[in-house]
């Protein structure tokens, strides 16, 4: 069993950054891992992925030139760097990881164990 716990979420002006962390305990292994998000009202998202060794990276479209994943293998962490932060970013956001290599990285569907999310909230 795989534990996540984020961290670094707040409240930030627009146009303001923050970075969140993800650290995973629990499994000598860890294959993916990535970062997915859910606004009130809305279906979960799929913001940014990346492999275990760090060479592929997705983002999605809507984050892309703004959002940095990232992760360090050796403490099993992982983190999103978010730059130019719009009211549209405000979500609870949630970190994902699995122990088995499968072919895609960008859907819910791809992951086995998730944290308990962390509120990022940005304000106009």
């Known amino acids: 069993q795989v534990q996540l716990v984020e961290s670094g979420g707040g409240l930030v002006q627009a146009g303001g950054s923050l970075r969140l962390s993800c650290a995973a305990s629990?499994?000598?292994?860890?294959?993916?891992m990535g970062w997915f998000r859910q606004a009130p009202g809305k279906e979960r998202e799929f913001v940014a992925a990346?492999?275990?060794?760090?060479?592929?990276?997705h983002y999605s479209e809507s984050v892309k030139g703004r959002f940095i994943i990232s992760r360090d293998i050796g403490k099993n962490m992982m983190y999103l760097q978010m730059n130019s932060l719009k009211p549209a970013d405000t979500a609870v956001y949630y970190c994902?990881?699995?122990?088995?290599?499968?072919?895609?990285?960008?859907?819910?569907?791809?992951?086995?164990?998730w944290g308990q999310g962390t509120q990022v909230t940005v304000s106009s």
């Open positions: 994902a990881t699995r122990r088995r290599t499968m072919g895609t990285m960008t859907t819910e569907y791809d992951y086995d164990f």
């Open positions: 629990g499994a000598p292994y860890i294959d993916a």
């Open positions: 990346i492999s275990p060794n760090s060479i592929n990276i």
